[in-house]
């Protein structure tokens, strides 16, 4: 079936449809080879004899690759084509998965996660751009959904990463397993993305461009909810053992309940939002964060630590869409705001882990994640900024904070639904 809306070229609805759930398979890959990662840190600290501190630093090269690689994303997806960029991405980012348990001594493991990270931040903005596509032609919000399956792959990741830790399973054998698998999957998933190419006269993104203050304003809110994130992500399994005094099994199970409760908050995300509007959503999962994060620096047990974990994941679950959606309203050209948000968000998440470490270096793991505790409960004060603006003579909306855009994304400019957050949609209306 083909349609076509007002100022938009023709669509073949069922082409997007299957390209929504291709999409959704390439983010919860994308979450698998994430989650199993994070469920084997705790093993190359212990095989590497490594420090905090070092470990610190070798987490800080996947921050470092990819905060470098995020920006190139736009330029390889003009080049080649977003379908053609997305299963090479893919490609990259699995085979990254396998480098850093090979990894024989710090030096090498740095190297490995620089080029692990700058796969992961690849195809991270790849695939958001092909979300933002999706929604657009679908005419309603998916974001929360993809993340949501994001999540999901993360959750199986993690539990088959705590399986493969209560059996003794060497790291290196269980990831080099796993790595070609994840990419086949993806590249058949790939195959019916959509490629939507830029006009032949269209000049390429530029390497780099510094975001607008709108999209530095949500961006913070962003940042707020990666760090913790991130810091969950890596550092739940080692501060079970070394915190709570848990067996490896056990500390595995606390990054998969922080990835559960995400995964469930992410696939309801959509119509929570719609029921009880963006900024209520956002506030009230940054209460339930904070609570979170009091409960794990407060544990000296598995019980409470990881409940905690999983509050935390519940309250920052739907925080990324949201950004994402509002960062689309700050410009007519939504995909490079969402980009900066992401490039901001994402390298805040990865550099969470080597600040996590450094600190605990200095003071004790529990006081790291006081430090997180605190961002989450930003989340409770940043909520407003993604209130949307009334629309402006011309009919655009934008998000709220200082020097937000005001031009529309395609989407409203076409007349179609918007996402949620934005004014007329759903309650929505009433600014919450």
């Known amino acids: 079936m083909r349609e076509r809306g007002t100022g938009m070229r023709e669509i073949d609805t069922d082409a997007v449809r299957r390209a929504r759930w291709a999409v959704g398979a390439v983010f919860a890959v994308h979450g698998a080879a994430s989650g199993s990662w994070a469920t084997r840190i705790p093993w190359v600290r212990e095989h590497l004899d490594l420090g905090p501190g070092a470990l ?8 470092l690759g990819a905060a470098a690689a995020m920006p190139l994303a736009a330029r390889l997806t003009h080049r080649y084509g977003p379908r053609a960029a997305l299963r090479g991405l893919a490609v990259l980012c699995c085979a990254g998965l396998a480098l850093p348990a090979l990894a024989p001594q710090l030096g090498l493991l740095c190297l490995a996660l620089l080029v692990f990270g700058a796969g992961l931040g690849l195809l991270d903005v790849a695939m958001n751009a092909q979300g933002v596509q999706i929604e657009e032609r679908i005419g309603r919000s998916v974001m929360s959904g993809l993340h949501g399956l994001w999540s999901v792959g993360a959750l199986a990741g993690g539990a088959g ?4 830790a209560h059996f003794g399973l060497d790291a290196r ?8 698998v994840l990419a086949l999957l993806a590249l058949l998933a790939s195959g019916l993305a959509l490629d939507i190419r830029a006009a032949a006269t269209e000049a390429a993104p530029p390497h780099f461009a510094l975001p607008s203050r709108g999209v530095l304003a949500i961006g913070v809110v962003g940042f707020c909810a990666v760090f ?8 739940s399994g080692v501060y079970l053992r070394e915190v709570a005094g848990s067996s490896p099994g056990v500390a595995a199970a606390a990054y998969t309940a922080f990835a559960c409760t995400m995964a469930l908050a992410r696939l309801a995300g959509d119509a929570t939002v719609r029921r009880f509007g963006a900024v209520r959503t956002v506030r009230v999962g940054g209460v339930l964060a904070t609570a979170g994060g009091v409960l794990v620096v407060t544990a000296r047990t598995p019980g409470p630590a990881i409940a905690g974990f999983a509050l935390v994941g519940l309250g920052i679950a739907v925080v990324v869409p949201l950004c994402f959606a509002a960062a689309g309203r700050t410009s007519a050209a939504p995909g490079q705001a969402i980009a900066g948000v992401a490039t901001l968000a994402y390298a805040s998440g990865l550099a969470a882990p080597a600040l996590v470490g450094w600190i605990a270096e200095a003071t004790t793991l529990s006081a790291s994640f006081a430090v997180v505790t605190a961002l989450a409960a930003g989340l409770v004060a ?7 603006r009334p629309a402006t003579a011309g009919g655009s909306i934008a998000a709220a904070g200082p020097g937000a ?12 639904a918007q996402p949620p957050g934005a004014l007329g949609h759903g309650t929505e209306t009433d600014g919450r």
């Not at 990463?161 to 493969?164: I, N």
């Not at 031009?407 to 400019?413: I, L, R």
């Open 173 to 180: 054998i269980h990831l080099a397993a796993l790595a070609p």
């Open 161 to 164: 990463g705590a399986l493969a």
């Open 382 to 388: 940043g909520a407003g900024l993604l209130r949307p």
């Open 405 to 416: 855009g005001t031009a529309a994304g395609p989407a409203e400019q076409a007349g179609g």
């Open 56 to 63: 610190g630093l070798a987490l800080a090269c996947a921050t």
């Open 228 to 235: 913790a994130e991130g810091a969950s992500m890596d550092w």
